[in-house]
């Protein structure tokens, strides 16, 4: 199994949305390489034939009747909300320029 | 009342408290109230506590004095716990208190609505003292990577409480609450439980609703009771178990026979219990002291008339690697809502252009802390093009073969015991540069949370003048069969002592910690 690269860690970065600073990518490149080596050894046991298992206690068809249950008013909705504008959350521009 | 017994009060077991103020020996406002001073007196030293919640546990307390002084049938009515104080860790939310996860990413937020373990203790009125510290997020097994500073363990202050549940276990190890809820994903639960000398379970997954607990790892996560007795927690997870429709993952059936099962293991009978030793938790890479308190409880089951077998559950050498791709993999996934959109604190970025993935980017690389970042980073990269296969379908493999190993061992065994943690509680900093020796900790408590099953950590004894834990293990569904075995522990021990391990804790010398710089 191949280590973390600091190039690969900037890509993670990047999917995950967390800002890193050189130092913190220096740091955590070498701590990752750790962690992954000590964990590569599950794919050794893990051969094809075995079933992989999601969820400890499995619950299949887990249904309710589709009807409006209890729900949150949108002032308890955007009571936390960074910002808002007429009842919506607002954002800073989705796309780059725009 | 005079000031001894105030202060007795504050030592007396939830179950105890609760039979005193059913018989009128004493109120509930005087009972929160020494426990609010008891919080006034050394939480500046524990940090137990994020948020002390004094004016509405006193009005709840002064509720169940008024129904129970007027008597009839609303007093006739009240839960036996009704007017005994509890602590919630504070990944649980509730409303009309802040929750924060210990992270600052939720710093000021205060949740719209209440988790069911919440609704159920209010309806059955236990005063709730506050919310108390946790690693972020409840990633860690040490209370160090809390946002808002450390826990320290009452037992020496110099040393972790345990984690993610530092501030649950410290809490009740330090009469600060005879009752405080917990959330378990690797042995959050379990492991500061150990560490303070106190009680801890993780029940059956499922059989509490996590319906409200800021989800970490969904197929692991599970909240459970925190004490200080074994039976006072079968009286709070029957308290706070149940189906929930709220939470699609919780079992249709109660759990029950819980309290009877800890009154019937008191007794200190074992006779026909089965009593699996997993050969792969013990040994190598436990303290000495360690296994000297587990050898020396395995006898005394065995002269309960417990019969001891030897198992062997041989890929639990892998739960640890399993556990760190699936427990990430579900973090990048679960905190992928900490984005500043919604609700929590929203960070601008410094210079450039002001979009919204600038801004998400800004907000969790100053709300996040390093430790939730490494697991963030860890699970995305574990379930990333290329790697899925190799890490998180491995790891979902890995996970089958040690749910196999536990159906063998329950074939031969009622319950499985070992010690709960390889250690006592490590100093505070000792694993600061060295995040893999601190996930090396839970190594005895992760098998349950992958497997589903229940756990029962009970007070082993000291080394180095430090809480030993000894862990019960039992099949899905049966948890009573942990607190029997829990509960019978905890009689034979506290009868070959002469007194509880929690007796015997210092004093809390608030004095002797310096200032923070």
Redesign the interface.
């Known amino acids: 199994m191949s280590a973390i690269s600091r190039e690969d860690l900037v890509h993670l970065s990047r999917l995950a949305h967390i800002e890193m600073s050189g130092a913190e990518l220096d740091k955590m490149t070498g701590e990752l390489g750790v962690i992954v080596d000590a964990i590569a050894s599950v794919s050794e046991v893990a051969s094809s034939d075995i079933p992989a298992t999601s969820h400890p206690i499995p619950l299949t068809n887990v249904l309710r009747e589709d009807v409006v249950g209890q729900t949150l008013s949108i002032d308890e909705v955007l009571l936390n909300a960074p910002d808002s504008d007429s009842n919506r959350f607002k954002v800073p521009a989705i796309l780059d320029g725009e | 009342m005079v000031n001894n017994l105030v202060s007795d009060l504050i030592r007396l077991s939830a179950t105890e408290l609760a039979a005193k103020l059913r018989a009128g020996d004493v109120t509930s406002v005087v009972a929160v109230q020494a426990h609010l001073d008891r919080i006034a007196e050394v939480d500046g030293a524990l940090n137990a506590f994020l948020h002390v919640n004094a004016e509405e546990a006193l009005a709840v307390a002064a509720e169940v004095d008024a129904i129970r002084a007027a008597g009839g049938a609303e007093a006739e009515a009240l839960h036996p716990l009704a007017g005994v104080p509890i602590a919630i860790k504070d990944l649980i939310v509730t409303k009309g208190q802040p929750t924060t996860a210990a992270s600052k990413m939720l710093e000021g ?2 949740s ?2 209440d988790a069911t373990v919440i609704e159920k203790i209010r309806a059955a009125k236990l005063p709730m003292l506050g919310k108390t510290n946790l690693d972020e997020f409840a990633m860690g097994s040490s209370t160090e990577h809390s946002a808002y500073g450390v826990t320290r363990n009452p037992w020496n202050l110099d040393r972790i409480p345990g984690g993610s549940g530092g501030g649950s276990a410290a809490a009740v190890a330090s009469f600060e609450a005879p009752l405080a809820l917990g959330t378990d994903t690797g042995g959050s639960i379990r492991q500061p439980g150990a560490v303070t000398g106190t009680v801890g379970v993780k029940p ?3 059989g509490v609703s996590r319906y409200g607990a800021i989800a970490m790892a969904s ?2 996560d599970q909240i459970g009771p925190v004490s200080r007795t074994v039976l006072d927690s079968a009286h709070l997870q029957e308290l706070i178990g149940g189906h929930d ?1 709220k939470d ?2 919780s ?2 059936k109660t759990l029950e026979g819980l309290v009877a099962a800890a009154e019937s293991g008191a007794t200190g009978d074992l006779k026909g219990l089965r009593i699996g030793v997993i050969t792969e938790l013990q040994g190598e890479g436990y303290q000495a002291g360690v296994q000297a308190r587990f050898e020396e409880s395995l006898e005394l089951l065995k002269g309960a008339g417990a019969e001891i077998v030897e198992v062997s559950c041989p ?1 639990l050498k ?1 739960a ?3 556990y ?2 699936i427990m990430p993999s579900e973090v ?1 996934s679960n905190l ?1 809502k900490f ?8 960070v ?2 410094e210079d450039g ?10 907000t ?2 100053a709300g ?1 802390g390093d430790e939730v ?2 697991r ?3 699970g ?2 574990a379930l ?1 093009a290329g790697y899925y296969d ?2 998180y ?9 040690i ?1 196999r190993d536990f159906d063998a061992a329950f074939a031969q065994a009622d319950v499985l015991v070992s010690p709960t943690a390889p250690t006592v509680a490590f100093e505070l900093g000792a694993n600061d540069n060295d ?2 020796a601190m ?1 090396l900790n839970d190594v005895a408590t992760i098998p349950a ?5 229940p756990g029962i950590t009970v007070p082993g004894g000291l080394s180095e003048d430090l809480p030993v834990g000894i862990q019960f293990l039992a099949p ?1 569904f049966e948890d009573a069969r942990v607190y029997r075995a829990g509960a019978a522990l905890e009689a034979l021990l506290e009868k070959s002592w002469g007194h509880t391990l929690i007796s015997q804790a210092p004093a809390i010398d608030s004095a002797s910690i310096a200032p923070k710089a």
């Open positions: 937020w205060m719209p609505y059956t997954y499922g197929s692991l429709p699609s993952t079992l249709p890929n892998y640890l690697g399993a760190y791709l990048s992928a984005d500043g959109v919604r609700y929590g604190n929203r601008l970025p252009a002001l979009t919204i993935e600038r801004v998400m980017g800004a969790r690389a996040f970042k490494r963030i980073i860890l995305t990269y990333s190799a890490y379908g491995s790891a979902q493999k890995v996970r089958t073969l749910q995040p893999l996930y949370n992958l497997a589903g099953i899905a």
